[in-house]
């Protein structure tokens, strides 16, 4: 690639990171993304709840999204990954893999979240699939199926009574001694929740398909879907070199405009919310891509 200076770097180049592009394209600006091919959602079937894609895969709608972008011509695609970022007197300087270097005025990191898997044979299989994250993403499909919670505590409470408004067939795993209080056990009780403290042996599925839990006591139940509440951490280190502020959820800390902790980087998309969705990642994505323009034109009037 002869030109490594852009006006704006956009690190992640899945659908926050594609709308963040489009918007600086149509702004006129050098922009270059950086992406590894490797989105969080890759072995999803089919993504829900974002208007006039409903229903399509997700590389359906990035693959559409690139194209999009491409057309623009001062945005550049690299494929990599990238391992060094150094803030400069002109902005950033980034380093690859490979040991190519680019710089840039701004960044916006949009390079998601890393599911931390549970330790439970075929639960990585199914995730996406029928191991479910979000209700709003793809509850519609399990609709009134006989569905599982893998959860304790507050947020096993609390996602339980989000879920029965999809099913009134749903048990509460919380694979080890319940950490409910007798109060919320009540409750669940009261809307006829099962609550269930058996041990995960193993998830049996088919091409990704849940069929049934077996647990470590030989125990058995099948099961059509299971929502999972599992740990997640940032796929790209903005603590380490650029020292971008975290929440206490571990998401990166923005401003109303996106912007990060540290002057000239912004951030959008799944590493930023808590609302896990194609629609608002393309959404922030759009607005930290107009963000990002309107600082570069106020500093260039300074």
Same mark, same amino acid.
């Given at each position: 690639?002869?030109?490594?200076?852009?006006? &704006?770097?956009?690190?992640?180049?899945?659908?926050?990171?594609?709308?963040?592009?489009?918007?600086?394209?149509?702004?006129?600006?050098?922009?270059?993304?950086?992406?590894?091919?490797?989105?969080?959602?890759?072995?999803? !079937?089919?993504?829900?709840?974002?208007?006039?894609?409903?229903?399509?895969?997700?590389?359906?709608?990035?693959?559409?999204?690139?194209?999009?972008?491409?057309?623009?011509?001062?945005?550049?695609?690299?494929?990599? &990954?990238? &391992?060094?970022?150094?803030?400069?007197?002109?902005?950033?300087?980034?380093?690859?893999?490979?040991?190519?270097?680019?710089?840039?005025?701004?960044?916006?990191?949009?390079?998601?979240?890393?599911?931390?898997? !549970?330790?439970?044979?075929?639960?990585?299989?199914?995730?996406?699939?029928?191991?479910?994250?979000?209700?709003?993403?793809?509850?519609?499909?399990?609709?009134?199926?006989?569905?599982?919670?893998?959860?304790?505590?507050?947020?096993?409470?609390?996602?339980?009574?989000?879920?029965?408004?999809?099913?009134?067939?749903?048990?509460?795993?919380?694979?080890?001694?319940?950490?409910?209080?007798?109060?919320?056990?009540?409750?669940?009780?009261?809307?006829?929740?099962?609550?269930?403290?058996?041990?995960?042996?193993?998830?049996?599925?088919?091409?990704?398909?849940?069929?049934?839990?077996?647990?470590?006591?030989?125990?058995?139940? !099948?099961?059509?879907?299971?929502?999972?509440?599992?740990?997640?951490?940032?796929?790209?280190?903005?603590?380490?070199?650029?020292?971008?502020?975290?929440?206490?959820?571990?998401?990166?800390?923005?401003?109303?405009?996106?912007?990060?902790?540290? !002057?000239?980087?912004?951030?959008?998309?799944?590493?930023?919310?808590?609302?896990?969705?194609?629609?608002?990642? &393309?959404?922030?994505?759009?607005?930290?891509?107009?963000?990002?323009?309107?600082?570069?034109?106020?500093?260039?009037?300074?």
């Amino acid at each position: 690639m002869e030109n490594h200076s852009f006006d &704006v770097i956009i690190i992640g180049g899945s659908y926050a990171g594609l709308s963040a592009g489009m918007a600086l394209g149509r702004s006129l600006r050098d922009v270059l993304i950086i992406d590894a091919g490797k989105p969080c959602n890759r072995q999803t !079937p089919h993504s829900h709840n974002f208007l006039t894609h409903d229903g399509k895969t997700p590389a359906e709608i990035s693959e559409m999204g690139r194209e999009q972008v491409e057309k623009y011509d001062t945005v550049k695609f690299y494929n990599g &990954v990238v &391992v060094k970022t150094v803030k400069n007197t002109t902005g950033f300087e980034l380093e690859t893999e490979s040991g190519e270097k680019f710089n840039a005025k701004k960044l916006i990191i949009a390079t998601g979240m890393k599911d931390v898997m !549970p330790d439970i044979p075929g639960f990585n299989e199914c995730w996406g699939v029928s191991v479910l994250h979000c209700p709003y993403c793809h509850g519609y499909e399990v609709k009134n199926e006989t569905t599982g919670i893998l959860a304790n505590g507050e947020a096993a409470f609390e996602f339980s009574k989000m879920i029965l408004n999809w099913t009134k067939d749903l048990t509460l795993f919380t694979n080890g001694k319940s950490e409910l209080s007798t109060d919320q056990t009540q409750q669940l009780n009261q809307y006829h929740v099962n609550i269930n403290e058996d041990e995960f042996e193993k998830i049996e599925h088919e091409n990704g398909y849940i069929q049934k839990i077996r647990f470590k006591n030989g125990k058995e139940i !099948p099961l059509k879907a299971l929502y999972a509440k599992i740990p997640l951490t940032q796929n790209f280190d903005v603590s380490a070199d650029l020292g971008c502020q975290l929440t206490d959820h571990g998401f990166i800390e923005i401003d109303a405009h996106q912007k990060t902790s540290v !002057p000239g980087v912004y951030a959008c998309g799944d590493n930023a919310t808590m609302m896990r969705s194609v629609a608002n990642a &393309v959404a922030q994505g759009n607005f930290a891509g107009a963000m990002v323009n309107k600082e570069l034109v106020d500093e260039e009037f300074s």
